[in-house]
């Protein structure tokens, strides 16, 4: 007797470019770029060129662009979300849905001043935990690996900052916490081509890997300083192990993502990168919709996790 | 419903130049959708004879204290600092003026300035100039984003420390006969560190590395004591601003504040010091009376809500997990084969 614990509705398999949960998602990967690009790293990092002032104005359009790249995209990510949240339900997924809709109306309640930082992370966390554990039931074999350390990231780094806030601890359970969140980010980097394992790869997924690799550990040797500190305020990685690990982490994951787009898995590649952007730090709704909506993407798109249709599906 | 299940180019022409628009339209009215949601301090009012920059009148005890984590600045030169782990803040305000106050564990009290190694006990807050959707550099903040800072200084608040003769009382020191400005260049510049009876408090603007000045004007207060091997600190401004680069304080407004501290024991100066990432802090205009903790008002709705919230979830979420393995062994026991994406 075998019984399958797949989605019982449509699913937005495939990635379709013309399925709205698909081509709004590739729309927020697009602009999340630019605004990571621009604002994130690239005006945080021109404040440390000397005589900043005799650029003004060119320096004044960048940061006005990367403005504005945010201020779209969290348009977007909002839409994305609610799309995603139709797609689940279609989907039957109603738990996922809801863990969807909860992250949505509590950044919404932050935003009016309801409901704080505390709060927002304690939904987060059920949500993450929530879409989790349908990624993790709906999928079988070694993808189970990745997507358990992807998710146990933000988990772990975000219940350990309620729970140090919440008990008024000082930082060495913190640092611990934060420290075993960081490691299961990188292994959760250094997992990712398992999502796509068993594929022929091609030469750009080679590109990807030696670009992002080579191209991080350059930064890291080169200026560690800036590069750690970009690191922190964008990703909640505070640079403590060792640089190889995240150079090769960084290199996994990019491969991971060129590889889903060659195989056509559009909602794979922008959950992943989603995923990257948003990072484990969570440091506003924002960054936490990003992330929210990478896991709720792999969720509606569970058919892409695998080398074919259906292939990392579970089966009892 | 068929734009939405199968929008054509037109209706993603349509939705994306909707979303320019509005994301236009929020970054003129400077309206962020999304909040920071880090620590987060609220600043109640509260109303009195009590002298809040004294750091022990109980009036504290009513605010929240929140616990922020220093790590060393290892941004610019030069780099260091981190031998405080972390302070504990509480805001409040009064009368107009906001009031911040610091605590951190310090072996020493480092408040003498007149040896040469001698370094002072130190702590400031750090704002943005302006609020708004834009959170400048954290250092320094940058060239389009300022930041204003108070800096309180041990050896301000005592003055400019004893002696040369009272310090080392072998040696022979010459001094200048006179005391005139003209023969103390730094004093005769307006140093505040010089000046003795500048106040224990600066306030300082800076746009970027290297830029940090004394912004003039707007008096910013700040007392502090050492008790129990920890200083514990006060810095106060009104609410009001008084200059260019000086942050206005509104009600129910999210600002990004982060602290510094220097240890004058470990030799921390300039930019060798404990820092913090930023935290929130909100100024609400709800009077709270003493002793009476948190306003009720805002623990009860949050924490039903947010119980609520996490019961929905979680029971949505078991309620699914039941539906589905159900479906799927009734769907199997019907159909006797299997769908067509399962592996067997």
């Keep these: 007797v075998t019984g399958v614990l797949e989605q019982d509705g449509p699913s937005v398999a495939a990635g379709h470019a013309t399925d709205p949960v698909t081509w709004l998602g590739g729309v927020l990967a697009v602009v999340a770029v630019i605004e990571l690009t621009v604002l994130r790293i690239g005006t945080r990092t021109a404040v440390h060129i000397p005589d900043i002032e005799a650029l003004e104005t060119p320096y004044l359009g960048i940061s006005t662009l990367g403005r504005t790249a945010y201020f779209v995209a969290v348009v ?20 996922a849905a809801a863990a969807v809709t909860g992250v949505l109306l509590v950044a919404l309640a932050a935003r009016i001043g309801v409901a704080g930082g505390e709060v927002v992370a304690a939904v987060t966390i059920v949500a993450i935990g929530a879409l989790s554990i349908r990624l993790i039931s709906h999928t079988a074999g070694i993808q189970r690996l990745a997507l358990a350390a992807m998710s146990a990231a933000p988990i772990v780094a975000l219940s350990t900052l309620v729970v140090a ?43 990807a890997l030696c670009v992002a690799g080579f191209g991080l550990l350059v930064m890291l040797v080169g200026a560690g300083s800036t590069t750690r500190i970009l690191m922190l305020w964008n990703f909640g990685l505070s640079g403590y192990l060792p640089d190889p690990f995240y150079a090769l982490a960084a290199a996994t994951m990019a491969f991971t993502i060129a590889r889903s787009l060659a195989m056509g898995h559009r909602n794979l590649a922008v959950a992943l990168a989603l995923l990257l952007m948003g990072g484990i730090g969570l440091h506003s709704t924002y960054q936490t919709g990003l992330v929210v909506a990478g896991f709720a993407l792999l969720a509606a798109s569970i058919d892409e996790i695998g080398t074919r249709t259906g292939a990392a599906t579970r089966s009892v | ?91 409040l305000q009064s009368d107009g003026v906001l009031y911040m106050r610091v605590r951190w564990a310090d072996e020493t009290a480092d408040t003498a300035g007149s040896a040469v190694d001698d370094y002072t006990d130190a702590m400031a807050v750090e704002f943005p100039s302006v609020v708004g959707s834009s959170v400048p550099a954290l250092c320094m903040g940058q060239a389009d984003s300022g930041v204003n800072i108070w800096q309180w200084r041990a050896t301000n608040q005592d003055g400019l420390g004893d002696s040369a003769n009272e310090l080392f009382t072998d040696a022979q020191v010459d001094e200048y006969p006179s005391t005139d400005d003209l023969y103390f260049p730094a004093r005769d510049l307006g140093n505040p560190v010089a000046v003795s009876g500048a106040g224990s408090t600066e306030n ?15 008096a910013v207060h700040g007392r502090g004591s050492w008790e129990n091997e920890a200083w514990t600190v006060v810095v ?31 030799h921390d100066r ?20 003493f002793n009476s903790g948190v306003p009720m008002s805002t623990v009860v709705p949050l924490t039903v809500a947010v119980a609520v919230l996490v019961a929905l979830v979680i029971g949505f979420t078991l309620l699914l997990d039941k539906r589905q393995a159900a479906a799927g062994a009734t769907e199997t026991a019907e159909t006797g084969e299997p769908p067509p994406n399962e592996v067997s």
Excluded at chain 1, 166 to 191: I, K, M, N, P, Y
Excluded at chain 2, 22 to 49: C, H, K, M, R, W
Excluded at chain 2, 276 to 286: G, P, Y
Aim: negative net charge; hydrophobic residues 45%; proline residues 3%.
């Design chain 1, 165 to 207: 806030d919440s008990l008024g601890t000082g930082s060495r359970l913190e640092l611990s916490g934060l420290t075993v969140g960081e490691a299961l980010a990188v292994a959760a980097g250094l997992l990712s081509p398992l999502l796509v394992a068993g594929s022929k790869t091609t030469r750009s997924s080679w590109i």
């Design chain 1, 76 to 95: 977007v990510l909002v839409a994305l979300l609610g799309a995603v949240t139709v797609s689940l339900v279609a989907q039957r997924a109603a738990g």
């Design chain 2, 204 to 218: 300082l603007v800076a746009q970027g590395f290297g830029t940090l000045e004394d912004a003039q004007t707007g």
């Design chain 2, 236 to 266: 106060a401004r009104d609410l009001v601003a008084e200059g260019d680069g000086q942050i206005e304080f509104q009600a129910d407004t999210a600002i990004d504040t982060a602290i510094a501290v220097w240890n004058g024991d470990r």
């Design chain 2, 1 to 91: 419903m068929s734009a939405l299940t199968h929008p054509t180019r037109r209706h993603k022409s349509l939705f994306l130049g909707a979303v320019v628009v509005i994301a236009l339209a929020l970054q003129v009215l400077g309206a962020n959708p999304a909040v920071s949601q880090g620590e987060a301090l609220t600043a109640y009012s509260v109303f009195g004879d009590d002298d809040l920059l004294d750091p022990s009148v109980p009036v504290w005890d009513v605010a929240d204290e929140i616990d922020v984590e220093l790590t060393a600045q290892q941004v610019s030169y030069p780099f260091g600092g981190g031998s405080v782990p972390s302070v504990q803040v509480r805001a």
């Design chain 2, 270 to 289: 300039n930019g060798q010091k404990s820092v913090s990432q930023f935290v929130q802090l909100r100024l609400d205009d709800e009077i709270v009376e």
